[in-house]
């Protein structure tokens, strides 16, 4: 423990608060004037394949919610795949090493329909919590794993929760990795840079509003209960949408097979998608795709 450790925030000095600052920040916009073949949005659709590893993650051991993960398996990606195959739209799919394990043929069948499979960590793990050399461990065994199980490696990470710790983007970096896209710096893509240093690596943003488990989310033992209709949500989403259309900027919407399926809600994608679709210039990608086309145009 170093003696700053020992201090209250208001108690540091500038180069305390300051390199906490600046230890990972947004470096240049990668917007780029076009996006590819003259369309004017990139719409990024993502899905975080959790399955049970949000309940083995805490050591819990209820069946119930194990069975909610098994429901994103069971129903929820069968039923995103089925969209895309019939809309002939990709997307990116962020899987937990373990998840991948309980269904190797699931991730087949992703990559196998032209899919994007990310890092997402190990068991869905908080890595903040993490020690730095177990969560640089376990970020190698979970590319080596995710390629094992589907002949392609990850070429960009998404943290369990949007958790990143201090160490987190020299791993991303030791792994050679394109994209990140656990951080909130910004609506469009922008270079991550390092206590200074442009790292090359693409940040995709994320942002809660645009991510469908704070709306729909419920666990019986806590306080937290879906709270927001539908309609609601739909509305929300549009207007991120609508937003991103109108500047020429990226749309990166956040789902998960266990949350967004249900009958009563998947119609939201369904109309999203359409929507999309209708404006005519819309590029719908994978955060691969769009990651590597932004830092083609940006020379980087």
Avoid at 21 to 39: D, H, S, T, Y
């Amino acid at each position: 423990m170093t003696q700053s450790d020992e201090l209250l925030p208001w108690q540091w000095p500038e180069e305390v608060w300051r390199g906490k600052v600046e230890q990972v920040r947004a470096g240049r916009n990668l917007k780029p004037a076009r996006w590819k073949n003259g369309a004017r949005c990139a719409v990024a659709l993502s899905f975080d394949v959790d399955h049970e590893t949000n309940e083995l993650r805490d050591g819990g051991k209820s069946v119930g919610r194990l069975s909610w993960g098994q429901y994103g398996n069971r129903v929820g990606v069968p039923r995103i795949l089925n969209l895309l195959k019939q809309q002939d739209i990709k997307a990116s799919f962020f899987v937990p090493a373990v998840t991948a394990l309980l269904y190797p043929d699931e991730q087949r069948r992703i990559v196998g329909a032209g899919h994007e499979i990310g890092l997402h960590g190990w068991i869905h793990e908080v890595n903040t919590a993490v020690p730095p050399a177990n969560e640089r461990e376990l970020h190698l065994r979970s590319a080596d794993t995710l390629e094992k199980v589907t002949g392609v490696r990850p070429v960009g990470m998404r943290t369990p929760s949007w958790d990143f710790s201090d160490v987190t983007l020299s791993i991303e970096r030791e792994l050679g990795l394109l994209y990140d896209s656990s951080l909130f710096a910004d609506d469009d893509p922008y270079e991550i840079v390092e206590k200074g240093e442009a790292t090359g690596i693409v940040e995709l943003p994320v942002e809660w509003i645009r991510d469908d488990a704070p709306y729909l989310s419920m666990n019986r033992f806590q306080a937290l209960r879906p709270y927001t209709p539908p309609e609601a949500v739909f509305d929300i989403f549009r207007r991120e949408f609508e937003g991103a259309y109108a500047e020429g900027g990226l749309f990166l919407l956040t789902m998960h097979p266990h949350v967004i399926t249900y009958r009563s809600r998947f119609w939201i994608l369904e109309e999203l998608v359409r929507l999309a679709k209708a404006k005519g210039d819309c590029w719908f990608a994978t955060h691969a795709e769009i990651a590597a086309y932004v830092k083609e145009q940006a020379g980087i």
